[in-house]
């Protein structure tokens, strides 16, 4: 499942930076919440854009919240996050505990240890983590769920700056997701009852 880099386009920060002043000073934002699937994608951006936001609204404290994947979570990119004075939130995807399951079917390459390592280095930047993560999924034992929660809780920070924040889903098996047919394949749903989702 290696991603490949060469599809997505980037604008470039300097732009974003001008956006977000102009959101704040014409239209009065008080924070800047980023749904970009990822805002750690590309590490050379992430700085750039840590650094012209230290620059432009680090005196005024203009807070902003980013998503991103836990593998991407470096020292470098928590320090230049920290730096900015405004990041109040970082929001992971901790999915499951079961790092079998997480890997062969929710096709997800990231490990418990990058998740425990990147919530403790940004921490260590002031940087609190929210996870986000999801009860009952398809194949999910009971066992399974435990391991969820117990990761969450083992994980998470307890210091007051940077006390991590547990964002629990319950999984919703809407048509045409790749999990929704795979609980059809295991014989969880029946197709007929997806489709009355529809």
């Known amino acids: 499942y290696e991603v490949s880099k060469r599809y997505p386009s980037f604008r ?7 956006e977000i002043e102009t959101l704040k000073n014409k239209y009065g934002y008080e924070t800047i919440f980023f749904n970009d699937s990822t805002l750690g994608y590309d590490k050379g951006w992430l700085l750039e854009f840590c650094k012209l936001y230290k620059e432009r609204f680090g005196h005024i404290k203009l807070p902003f919240t980013i998503n991103m994947v836990a593998s991407e979570v470096t020292p470098e990119a928590a320090k230049a996050l920290g730096e900015t004075n405004n990041c109040y939130l970082v929001r992971i995807c901790l999915e499951t505990g079961n790092e079998r399951f997480r890997k062969k079917v929710l ?4 490990t418990n240890k990058q998740l425990e390592d990147a919530t403790n280095l940004l921490g260590e930047q002031g940087v609190p983590v929210s996870f986000q993560f999801m009860l009952g999924l398809p194949g999910e034992t009971f066992e399974m ?3 969820t929660l117990d990761l969450a809780i083992k994980i998470s920070r307890k ?11 319950i999984f919703k098996p809407f048509p045409k997701l790749d999990l929704t047919q795979y609980g059809i394949d295991v014989g969880l749903y029946t197709p007929e009852s997806i489709g009355a989702l529809s």
């Open 12 to 18: 470039d920060p300097e732009i974003v930076i001008n």
């Open 107 to 110: 096709r997800k390459l990231v």
């Open 159 to 169: 210091d007051r700056k940077s006390k991590s924040i547990r964002a629990p889903n």
């Open 145 to 147: 769920a435990l391991e």
